[in-house]
């Protein structure tokens, strides 16, 4: 028998596979942790067609945070300043399935509310979705992955008409120029990088641009860094689609074919001449048409972006003018090019799938759309107008439902946002307000427990079996290589339980994660992301997988009627005999908007939501660090992550540090509207003048006012809903 158990690393969305085997089958060369204790054997897995065996150090050394500080039984409180008290499950159920009842019968079921996470497996989104979407009717379910990629998400759906990105990762070596925005990819997806890198030190020919504010480790591997001020994103694309539209770099026949509104986007980027876009992003002109030659002369152009563009107050569209440049180049539907989000969290994309965001439903459906709600009732077998058209309250919406006495009862499950959230010190007094809080998560204390009544302990990542999805749609089963400890349970059972109890028993009679991964992928048919092929014992099989992976072979799915999206590249590479002339027929690609055709978005840019000004001169950008993850919950326990970065600092340039006689390593007190926070300064040229950089990964549990977010503010774009952690005004006193 294989001594190793196949599953997924558990960190980001790069999603890179790994062999987990027990500390016991080691002998003398048994793994240690930096205490001495024993650890699990984990190794990146070769076969995994995403990472070939690459894991960078996160997946390294995740099997250190396994036992440390778990949350090993479900615990109360009355109020938030008692102590907790150890519960029995059943009481546990007991307590919130009444609360959840009295909310019903008040005709409040609309202020019981979810939280949840990227960290989830997709059967946990899935019987989440069930249970409040259906059965109980309130379309409160909203995950972290608001504050992540919902800008994505609603950039792809406007541009379109579907979510899912259309490219993979073998597009990674199959392209001519690499467009890196808003992406400080090396540190925070660091395996995508690798391959990135490698192929782009190999092939002279291929040009890779990054777009940021910072020198980062991914901008300084670039043939051209454009270190633009911080929310001038769309100025500079429209400035690069000027100058391709001025060289006559676009592609008519696909524009013809294949999109629409391209007048009103060619109107709006003739006001985006060289001279108005340089002087706007802080850049010079040779740059600018640097940038617009590469694009414009390479053969296949593709574009990768995650939080730098996200998480911002114009974050849709600033999707949809990256998509805009694909389109007006034919940049897309072949190997080698297209607009390309990297999703942050490991599951991220599973619960887009599954629905797992406030205005979705299971199969890339909308809780506004009146067919899409009908076909989810049919198959959960609801009474028709069960799921509300109304779309349930976003992350931040909670929050402020909290403030004004319209959240009843809150459960929050594998995530951490007494730290993530956006302005912290408004979140936290929200959450005190809380009437009733359950805080579900694998590790105690977080920062979040402090504001829970209810603990409820969660198996986590290797000790349940499900599946993942990662950045280039591929699916994984990961399965459970040891049992979850004491009385922690797989979320999906918890909520699960509670259905059950509610009265819900047919509705949540599994037995076990795979008949729950059944019964999902049959609302995925011939939807988009249509996985209708797909099982545990499929996946156990053929392994990983990407979709649309339908039952039957069957509908065009994305873009491509003969390739479909599935293995894109690559089934596009033998595909040269339809290449006539060297150009592509593009009469054969459709996309998921009522015409068939993708649409340009027009946007003029708007800028930060909060400016600097003369009170607050500085933007401050937050963002990852190479070896921790997101609030540190796992990654902090980790010793030697806490050696690679053993304190947070704050990046300032040294003539911003002149101006202000500020020395390296002096600390700083750094106040925004909303927060104040401390620390030492890092005098260096990565970092713009006028911009300062700090990490967003130390809480009150790690550091003492280092909270990134006390910053931050909650202006969100108006479509994705998604806030602009990524920008706001500050200044700064040396202290
Ligand atoms: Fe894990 Fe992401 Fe690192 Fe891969 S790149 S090992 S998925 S953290």
Same mark, same amino acid.
């Given at each position: ?6 599953t997924? &690393?558990?960190y980001?969305g790069?999603?890179c596979?790994l ?5 016991a089958?080691h002998g003398?060369?048994t ?7 024993p650890?699990w054997?984990? @190794?990146? !897995?070769k076969?995994h067609p *995403? ?5 960078c150090?996160k997946?390294?050394?995740i099997?250190e945070s396994?036992?440390?500080n ?7 409180? !009355?109020?938030?300043?008692?102590e907790?008290?150890r519960?029995?499950?059943n009481?546990?159920f007991d307590i919130?399935?009444?609360r ?6 008040n005709?409040?079921?609309d ?5 949840g996470s990227g ?5 946990d989104?899935?019987?989440?979705q069930?249970?409040l979407k259906?059965?109980l ?6 995950a972290n992955?608001?504050? &992540?990629?919902?800008s994505a998400? *609603?950039?792809y %759906?406007?541009s $379109?008409?579907?979510d899912?990105?259309? &490219?993979?990762?073998?597009d990674?070596?199959l392209?001519d ?6 992406t400080?990819?090396?540190e925070?997806?660091? %395996?995508?990088?690798?391959k ?7 092939n ?7 777009v940021d504010?910072r @020198?980062?480790p991914?901008?300084?591997?670039a043939d ?11 100025d500079l694309l429209?400035g690069?689609a ?11 026949l ?6 629409s ?11 985006y001449s060289?001279e ?6 802080g850049?010079?002109i040779?740059d ?7 694009w414009?002369?390479?053969k296949?152009v593709?574009s990768?972006w995650?939080?730098?563009v996200n ?6 569209a600033?999707v949809?003018t990256i998509i805009?440049?694909?389109l007006?180049?034919?940049?897309i539907?072949?190997?080698g090019a297209?607009? $390309?989000s990297l ?9 887009r799938?599954?629905g797992?965001?406030?205005?979705l439903l299971?199969?890339y459906r909308?809780?506004?759309n009146d067919q ?15 799921i509300s058209?109304?779309?349930g309250l976003?992350?931040?919406?909670m ?8 959240v009843g009862l ?8 007494a730290?993530?959230?956006?302005d ?21 204390p977080?920062?979040t427990?402090?504001?829970a ?5 969660a198996?986590?990542?290797?000790e ?14 990961c399965?459970?290589?040891?049992e979850p ?9 918890i ?5 059950r109890r509610l009265?819900?028993?047919k509705e ?6 795979a008949e ?9 048919r011939q939807?988009p992301c249509d ?10 099989t ?6 649309p992976?339908?039952?039957k072979?069957?509908?065009?799915i994305?873009?491509?009627?003969e ?11 033998e595909?040269?005999? *339809?290449l006539?002339?060297g150009k ?12 068939g @055709? ?15 000004d003369e ?6 950008t ?8 997101h ?5 902090g326990?980790?010793?030697?992550? @806490? ?6 600092? %704050?990046?300032?340039?040294p003539?911003?540090a002149a101006t202000l006689?500020i020395l390296d390593?002096?600390?700083l007190?750094v106040r925004s509207?909303r ?5 030492p300064?890092?005098?260096t040229?990565?970092i *713009?003048?006028g911009?300062?950089f700090v ?11 280092a ?6 503010h ?9 806030p602009e952690?990524?920008?706001c005004?500050v200044?700064l006193?040396p202290i």
């Amino acid at each position: 028998m294989n001594e190793f158990t196949k599953t997924l &690393c558990p960190y980001c969305g790069v999603g890179c596979g790994l062999e987990v085997s027990p500390p016991a089958q080691h002998g003398k060369a048994t793994n240690r942790d930096s205490e001495g204790t024993p650890t699990w054997r984990v @190794r990146g !897995d070769k076969s995994h067609p *995403s990472s070939q065996g690459m894991v960078c150090v996160k997946g390294a050394t995740i099997a250190e945070s396994l036992d440390k500080n778990r949350l090993h039984y479900p615990m109360m409180r !009355d109020s938030l300043d008692q102590e907790f008290r150890r519960v029995s499950w059943n009481e546990a159920f007991d307590i919130i399935t009444q609360r959840m009842q009295t909310l019903r019968l008040n005709q409040e079921t609309d202020s019981i509310c979810m939280y949840g996470s990227g960290q989830f497996q997709t059967e946990d989104y899935y019987i989440a979705q069930k249970l409040l979407k259906g059965c109980l009717g309130t379309n409160n379910f909203d995950a972290n992955s608001r504050l &992540c990629m919902s800008s994505a998400v *609603s950039g792809y %759906i406007q541009s $379109f008409g579907a979510d899912g990105p259309p &490219c993979c990762y073998d597009d990674l070596e199959l392209t001519d120029c690499a467009f890196l925005i808003g992406t400080n990819t090396a540190e925070c997806h660091p %395996i995508v990088f690798n391959k990135l890198a490698k192929y782009h030190k190999k092939n002279r020919h291929v040009k890779m641009i990054v777009v940021d504010p910072r @020198r980062t480790p991914t901008a300084e591997a670039a043939d051209l860094h454009l270190a633009i001020r911080p929310g001038t994103d769309i100025d500079l694309l429209n400035g690069i689609a000027h100058l391709l539209m001025k060289w006559n770099y676009i592609d008519t026949l696909f524009m013809d074919e294949c999109t629409s509104n391209f007048p009103a986007y060619a109107e709006v980027i003739r006001h985006y001449s060289p001279e108005v876009v340089a002087s706007r992003c802080g850049i010079s002109i040779e740059d600018l048409e640097t940038a617009a030659k590469y694009w414009g002369k390479s053969k296949s152009v593709l574009s990768l972006w995650s939080m730098g563009v996200n998480q911002s107050s114009e974050g849709t569209a600033k999707v949809r003018t990256i998509i805009n440049l694909h389109l007006m180049t034919g940049q897309i539907g072949k190997p080698g090019a297209g607009p $390309f989000s990297l999703t942050g969290q490991p599951n991220a994309m599973g619960g887009r799938e599954a629905g797992g965001l406030a205005h979705l439903l299971p199969g890339y459906r909308l809780v506004k759309n009146d067919q899409h709600r009908a076909e989810v009732e049919d198959f959960w077998k609801l009474k028709r107008g069960q799921i509300s058209s109304v779309p349930g309250l976003t992350a931040w919406e909670m929050i402020t439902g909290l403030e004004t006495g319209n959240v009843g009862l809150l459960w929050i499950a594998a995530t951490n946002p007494a730290v993530s959230m956006p302005d912290l010190e408004r979140t936290k007094k929200a959450l005190l307000k809380s009437p009733f809080t359950i805080y579900q998560d694998a590790y105690y204390p977080t920062e979040t427990s402090a504001y829970a009544h209810v603990l409820l302990p969660a198996a986590q990542w290797g000790e349940k079996t499900g599946i993942m999805t990662n950045s280039e749609r591929r699916v994984t089963l990961c399965s459970a290589f040891r049992e979850p400890p004491r009385e922690a349970k797989p979320d999906w059972e918890i909520f699960a339980e509670v259905g059950r109890r509610l009265g819900f028993e047919k509705e949540f009679a599994f037995n076990n994660s795979a008949e729950v991964y059944a019964e999902f992928v049959q609302l995925t048919r011939q939807r988009p992301c249509d996985m209708s092929g797909l099982s545990h014992e499929v996946l156990q099989t053929k392994g990983p997988t990407q979709w649309p992976h339908p039952e039957k072979k069957a509908q065009p799915i994305f873009i491509d009627a003969e390739t479909g999206v599935g293995s894109f590249a690559l089934e596009a590479k033998e595909k040269t005999s *339809s290449l006539k002339d060297g150009k592509r027929l593009y009469t054969d690609l459709r996309f998921h908007t009522p015409d068939g @055709r993708a649409r340009f978005g027009a946007y003029y840019s708007k800028g930060l939501a909060e400016p600097p000004d003369e009170n607050y001169p500085f933007v401050l950008t937050t963002g990852r660090l190479y070896g921790h993850w997101h609030t540190q919950t796992r990654t902090g326990r980790i010793e030697k992550i @806490r050696q690679m970065h053993p304190q947070p600092f %704050i990046e300032i340039h040294p003539r911003d540090a002149a101006t202000l006689g500020i020395l390296d390593h002096q600390w700083l007190e750094v106040r925004s509207r909303r927060g104040i926070t401390k620390f030492p300064a890092k005098v260096t040229k990565a970092i *713009s003048p006028g911009t300062v950089f700090v990490p967003m990964h130390w809480g009150k549990l790690w550091a003492d006012d280092a909270e990134a977010n006390a910053l931050t503010h909650s202006e969100a774009c108006p479509d994705s809903l998604q806030p602009e952690l990524k920008a706001c005004a500050v200044q700064l006193v040396p202290i």
